[in-house]
C-alpha cells in the first residue's frame, strides 16, 4: 500500500503562512473546547456525586 503524501509547502514551496489572525481564532478555540470540557466533567462529576452515593 502507498504511503500517503502530505502536502507541506505552497505551490510556491515556501512553507504555509498564518496570520496573526488565524492564530487568534484557533487559541480561543483551543480555550472555548477546554473550557466547555472542563465544565462538562465538573457537572458530571457533581451528578455522579449526587446520584450514585
Known sequence: M????YQTTD???EPPRTT???H????DGF???????TIC??????GMAVFLV
Not at 502507498?2 to 503524501?5: H, S
Not at 480555550?31 to 470540557?37: C, G, V
Open 2 to 5: 502507498a504511503q500517503p503524501v
Open 11 to 13: 505551490p510556491d514551496a
Open 20 to 22: 496573526i489572525e488565524e
Open 24 to 27: 487568534q481564532q484557533t487559541y
Open 31 to 37: 480555550i472555548s473546547l477546554t473550557k466547555w470540557s
Open 41 to 46: 466533567i465538573a457537572l458530571l462529576l457533581i
